[in-house]
Every structure is written in structure tokens, then in C-alpha cells.
């Protein structure tokens, strides 16, 4: 269960909190070079907060666009999975 009430849905929402600053960061520092569009990646979180196999899978919308979705996951310092 994914609830915001729970450890799992607190780190969830941390996390996201935590990469849309970086996103919401870089989109207005380069919003001349984005675009409407979508990136979707996947990566995994390992247990002490390091990123795994970040990778881009879809992406509809400009190369500095999907840099920015990388970038905002890549600088994110995530901290350790919860019990």
C-alpha cells in the first residue's frame, strides 16, 4: 500500500518532491529550450538511496527536454529505502 500515511508513501512522496525541485529547477533556468512533449524513464532505488539503471524508455519531445528528466533524477540525493 502506496499511502501517504505509511513509510512506502512518505518515501514515495519524498522522492517526488525531491525531483520535481530538480526539474521545476532546470525547466525554468532552460525553458527557452523546452518543449510540450513526454520523457518517461525507468531506474531503480537501491536500499541505501544510490540510483541503478537510470534510463530513458520514451521520450516525445526535445533532447534538452529529456536531459532536464535525467539530470533532475541523476542530481537528486535520495535518501536510504525505509524499513
Do not use: C, H
Request: glycine share 8%; aromatic share 8%.
Amino acid at each position: 500500500m502506496n499511502a501517504v500515511g505509511t513509510p512506502q508513501g512518505r518515501y514515495k512522496k519524498l522522492l517526488e518532491d525531491a525531483i520535481g525541485s530538480r526539474w521545476y529547477y532546470y525547466i525554468k533556468a532552460k525553458g527557452d529550450l523546452v518543449s510540450i512533449g513526454t520523457t518517461s524513464v525507468t531506474f531503480e532505488i537501491l536500499a541505501d538511496g544510490s540510483v541503478k539503471n537510470l534510463r530513458m524508455t520514451e521520450n516525445t519531445t526535445t533532447e534538452a527536454t529529456a536531459s532536464i528528466a535525467l539530470r533532475s533524477i541523476q542530481e537528486t540525493k535520495f535518501p536510504p529505502i525505509p524499513e
